[in-house]
């Protein structure tokens, strides 16, 4: 699988994509940046997971893969916050 950019997606990152404020406990999904090499397996791409840690400037990221819970450490750039919202009353 080959990972690329469209063509008014090319150029320099913003730094504030290498600084994000990401907590504990924050959902977020896995999204490849095409342009910074990536360290996890290719099968987890666009996956969802909570952040349970740091190591160094990267995050420790907790998801199912395969049926099994598993932990990924994943430098930020690859990571999207999500915006969860509480379901109102359920009838």
Do not use: C, W
């Not at 049926?67 to 999207?80: A, E, S, Y």
């Amino acid at each position: 699988m080959k990972i690329g950019k469209q063509i008014r997606q090319r150029g320099k990152i913003q730094l504030s994509e290498y600084f994000k404020d990401l907590k504990n406990g924050d959902n977020v999904a896995l999204v490849a940046e095409a342009s910074i090499p990536s360290s996890y397996p290719k099968r987890i791409m666009g996956k969802t997971g909570k952040i349970i840690g740091e190591r160094g400037m990267s995050k420790i990221v907790s998801l199912l893969d395969g049926g099994k819970r598993k932990t990924f450490i994943i430098h930020p750039i690859h990571l999207k916050l999500l915006k969860i919202t509480k379901n109102k009353e359920k009838k």
